[in-house]
């Protein structure tokens, strides 16, 4: 199983999940005078997004979503509204994340070889501490959510030959001159998804902001990209955690545990479980799952409303259950326990579940 496919359609589902991805992409509005830079091929800029190894840099990344999600506390980025988030990395794998959420704010840091999570809110730390087989290939959800350069080069990765790919000028993002490459779905994808604009950096060869903008609508879905960026070696000390003398250090573990019975995380579980099955291919895959019965058993009271207020009943030869609908993602959960999300329509969701087992 393609685990990178798997993303494309689990993305879509960022609000339930937990996951981030095509969910809180969209182009910024007016970024200054387009420079003049020299003609550059598509195919070109498609193969530095691919095999961009950003150096040392430190930035503010800024976010306005307007999808309709409810906030989720663990990235409060995906929430409609105007977010700012700052991240630093060292050029080999250290990472620092600072994710403000209201009077709080989650840290996030990877020095190497563990990966600390700090949410000042709950005074809590979570560690989790690298395998020896473990490599950096996925980013923490946090990165994800904020990191033009990871989100585009995951998009292209995924959609390129599904799509047609052009360069559409040049643009300046965070005062940094990049050209504009443009993939739009192929006509015979169904898809939400008008096109992804994706701003590479002309002299960095990276990702400076990503942009999707959905079918139907002329205002963007939102918006992620560098409103400041300063390239170059950043403070050791940035990459070092030391957890609070009052705080409560725990594992990945132990706190999923202690989530059991969240509609979100049971979710998110069958979504990337095992064994996920996938439907389709390129922008209108969908990713399909079944959540088991003690899951659905055991959601809580007020979690079950929270589904509630952001779904609405529908029903098919399938069955019944609830669907949510954002701007660049739908998610159906028949009362079963059958799951798909996906970039699509709704009409592709209620044509696929009844296939999944």
Not at 37 to 53: F, G, I, M, R
Not at 121 to 138: C, F, G, L, P, Y
Not at 183 to 195: C, G, N, Q, V, Y
Not at 197 to 215: C, F, G, H, Q, Y
């Amino acid at each position: 199983m393609n685990k990178r496919k798997v993303t494309l359609a689990a993305a879509a589902a960022g609000v339930l999940t937990g996951a981030a991805g095509l969910g809180l992409l969209a182009m910024p509005a007016g970024a200054g005078q387009p420079p003049s830079l020299p003609d550059v091929s598509a195919e070109s800029l498609v193969e530095q997004v691919l095999t961009s190894k950003p150096g040392a840099f430190g930035g503010t990344v800024e976010v306005d979503n307007k999808l309709g999600l409810p906030a989720i506390s663990e990235i409060p980025q995906l929430a409609d509204g105007k977010h700012s988030a700052r991240i630093w990395t060292d050029g080999n794998g250290k990472l620092r994340l600072a994710l403000p959420n209201g009077q709080s704010e989650q840290t996030i840091v990877d020095d190497g070889t563990t990966t600390w999570s700090w949410n000042s809110q709950d005074n809590e730390v979570t560690k989790s501490e690298h395998k020896a087989d473990e490599k950096a290939e996925k980013p923490e959800t946090g990165q994800k959510a904020i990191d033009p350069a990871t989100a585009a080069k995951e998009i292209v990765g995924l959609t390129k030959e599904f799509s047609d790919i052009s360069v559409d000028g040049t643009a300046r993002v965070a005062n940094r001159a990049a050209y504009e490459l443009v993939l739009t779905p192929k006509a015979s994808e169904k898809t939400l998804i008008r096109e992804v604009r994706i701003a590479v950096d002309s002299e960095l060869k990276m990702p400076l902001r990503v942009a999707v903008l959905t079918n139907g609508t002329s205002e963007p879905a939102g918006t992620v990209g560098f409103s400041q960026i300063d390239v170059g070696p950043q403070d050791p000390k940035l990459f070092e955690f030391t957890p609070p003398a009052t705080a409560k250090v725990t594992t990945p573990e132990a706190k999923e545990q202690r989530q059991q019975g969240k509609p979100e995380v049971g979710i998110e579980q069958a979504l990337h479980g095992k064994d996920p099955q996938i439907f389709g291919t390129g922008w209108d895959t969908v990713v399909g799952a079944k959540i088991p019965g003690e899951a659905m058993a055991q959601v809580p009271a007020e979690a079950q409303g929270l589904v509630d207020r952001f779904t609405k009943q529908v029903s098919g030869s399938w069955g019944s259950g609830k669907l949510f609908n954002t701007k660049v993602a739908t998610i159906l959960i028949a009362d079963d326990g059958r799951v798909v999300a996906g970039a699509v329509p709704e009409q592709v969701l209620f044509d696929t579940i009844g296939q999944v087992k």
